[in-house]
DNA sequence: CCTTATGCTTACGTAAACGTAAGTCTAAGA
DNA sequence: TCTTAGACTTACGTTTACGTAAGCATAAGG
């Protein structure tokens, strides 16, 4: 199974390594250590992928953490399946709350390039 | 035309006086002034709704700035118009970016409740 | 006319998310 | 063996987006 050092990884996602370092220390992800030096496996880079899909959206680390943990949660007892439920919808609201505010944000930029490109027409 | 107070304006969006003065501050709304007082119009109003939708997708107040502005820019020159229609391309592919961001966590987290309410059957 | 509510400015404080040295260590190639 | 590249920790600095008084002005209701 392949592994990553903190740069390999840093130059695929383009963030720097001190990035990496505050994600671990703020526990988002916990490399393997051979000695002082991190050694990530394909675990940890999947979820740094999910970090900063999260950081895209805009979401608070800490808010990234709840999601993140979200998918290695184990099977556990009913109660606490319920509860991950109700996480689960929850985020999906304000996500779908999300994708409505960029679809509103993406037609108002439609016309207003419309009103640009009469614009232009008016003036050749 | 109606005008509204700042309290007004703060208890509809649900934001605290402060927060519309800091925009005022960094020139995103520019409300009239009566004596020392702001007066919110209607354009007021809408661009704070603009702001605050922006503030929902993750974009900093100065990205949000050269949104907003884009729906009240003057006619101008062809140059001029091109530049924008340049910018508005741009953020919209960087808003469809989100939207595919968005669309992949919630099949992701559609996913993770699947296998919650499977655990939860084999439970039961 | 007096009080209470609403609003204003100024200014220091703060949490989040890193940036940026400074100094150390170590493994690998010339 | 020397040095260079890659990694580490510690810790102070920085930017963004407000929070939180403090002190003063003014408008509105009883």
Redesign the pocket.
């Known amino acids: 199974m392949e592994t990553w050092?903190?740069?390999?990884l840093?130059d695929e996602y383009g963030?720097?390594?001190?990035?990496?370092?505050?994600?671990?220390?703020?526990g988002l992800i916990s490399?393997e250590?051979r000695?002082?030096?991190?050694?990530f496996h394909p675990r940890d880079r999947v979820r740094l992928g999910l970090?900063l899909r999260g950081?895209r959206l805009g979401?608070?680390?800490?808010?990234?953490a709840t999601i993140v943990d979200m998918y290695d949660a184990e099977p556990g007892e009913a109660g606490q399946l319920r509860y991950l439920i109700e996480q689960i919808d929850g985020r999906r609201l304000e996500l779908e709350q999300r994708r409505k505010d960029i679809d509103e944000t993406i037609a108002d930029l439609d016309q207003v390039e419309r009103r640009c490109r009469e614009d232009l027409e008016r003036l050749s």
Chains 1, 2 share one sequence.
């Open positions: 050092s903190i740069t390999d840093a963030v720097t390594l001190r990035t990496i370092r505050f994600y671990e220390d703020r490399p250590r000695g002082t030096q991190r050694i970090i950081r979401f608070s680390l800490s808010q990234i």
